[in-house]
């Protein structure tokens, strides 16, 4: 599923810009939440997805200034736990098999 959530990053530029794509790993299915909440919450330059694992940020002008990162959470009304893309892939790339010297 971590993988999957990787793999269905919905922004191309997430490798040359890995700071500023964010995945929050969903702890459930959002079923009860506002979608105006989103858009709302949403600077004029960032965008978002959501998709059936994660929730996916793009917020170019950092993760500190944007009001959406802070509020995803409560607005989609399910646990997350939030990585940037450079860090989701190191994980990724940790959880993989050793390989056998052999």
Do not use: M, W
Request: with cysteine; proline share 7%.
């Amino acid at each position: 599923d971590f993988k999957a959530a990787i793999d269905a990053v919905p922004y191309p530029q997430a490798k040359a810009e890995p700071k500023c794509v964010h995945l929050y790993f969903l702890g459930g299915v959002p079923e009860d939440f506002d979608g105006d909440a989103l858009t709302e919450a949403a600077s004029e330059t960032e965008q978002f997805e959501l998709g059936e694992r994660a929730f996916y940020l793009y917020a170019p002008d950092g993760i500190g200034r944007s009001k959406l990162a802070g509020s995803a959470e409560r607005i989609l009304n399910v646990p997350v736990t939030a990585r940037n893309y450079r860090t989701a892939v190191k994980v990724l790339a940790l959880s993989a098999p050793c390989k056998s010297a052999t």
